[in-house]
T-cell receptor, first 114, second 116 residues
Framework: DSGVTQTPKHLITATGQRVTLRCSPR?????VYWYQQSLDQGLQFLIQ???????AKGNILERFSAQQFPDLHSELNLSSLELGDSALYFC?????????????FGPGTRLTVL | AQSVTQLDSQVPVFEEAPVELRCNYS??????LFWYVQYPNQGLQLLLK??????LVESINGFEAEFNKSQTSFHLRKPSVHISDTAEYFC??????????????FGTGTKLQVIP
């Protein structure tokens, strides 16, 4: 158990809908990262937050947004969903955002868009 | 820009045989390198990392990786694999983004299948 929790575990929805994925980092970790893992694209970095502030952006679509709240939990919002958004979404946390920090991954949320 | 190449998408190996999972990287700065492992239906977890010092790093479950600067490689090895090592292994490189924060780039992963 990494100490990172993600809810829900599974999510099935329809195209055009909007969903919110939730992540609680390990106690004491200030950085949260979001990743998308799919069969065709592998593990893609989406976005990083540090203590409530956005710090890095990866291959995140404009239909997707995220935020980190004062209690350090984070939410990833996916809107206007398409079939291609079906994937595993992982949240990871680390103590800070420094180079060399180990990232601790949650168990993931499996999103299926029908 | 940094990148990571894992040439082998799948590596089948018999139980108790040795294995090497290859990783090559490119980076414009001094590198920090990681191997993460993903067991079936789980998230990734750190296996080992190289930050500085000895170029040979070891994990608690018998894996080791050697940082080779001249060949820009960080191959993962184990002298004798076990069924429980069946998993997907990701190599990653860490850089600093323009804001001074860590940016980690993952490779495409290598699925290790240990055959009884």
């Amino acid at each position: 158990d990494s100490g990172v929790t993600q809810t829900p575990k599974h999510l099935i929805t329809a195209t055009g809908q909007r969903v919110t994925l939730r992540c609680s980092p390990r106690s004491g970790d200030l950085s949260v990262y979001w990743y998308q893992q799919s069969l065709d694209q592998g593990l893609q970095f989406l976005i990083q937050y540090y203590n409530g502030e956005e710090r890095a952006k990866g291959n995140i679509l404009e239909r997707f947004s995220a935020q980190q709240f004062p209690d350090l939990h984070s939410e990833l919002n996916l809107s206007s969903l398409e079939l291609g958004d079906s994937a595993l979404y992982f949240c990871a946390s680390s103590v800070g955002g420094a180079r060399g920090d180990t990232q601790y991954f949650g168990p993931g949320t499996r999103l299926t868009v029908l | 820009a940094q990148s990571v190449t894992q040439l082998d998408s799948q590596v089948p190996v018999f139980e108790e045989a040795p294995v090497e999972l290859r990783c090559n990287y490119s980076s414009s700065v001094s590198v920090y390198l990681f191997w993460y492992v993903q067991y079936p239906n789980q998230g990734l977890q750190l296996l080992l990392k190289y930050l500085s010092g000895s170029t040979l790093v070891e994990s608690i479950n018998g894996f080791e990786a050697e940082f080779n600067k001249s060949q820009t490689s960080f191959h993962l090895r184990k002298p004798s694999v076990h069924i429980s090592d069946t998993a997907e292994y990701f190599c990653a490189v860490s850089d600093i983004n323009s804001g001074g924060y860590q940016k980690v780039t993952f490779g495409t992963g290598t699925k290790l299948q240990v055959i009884p």
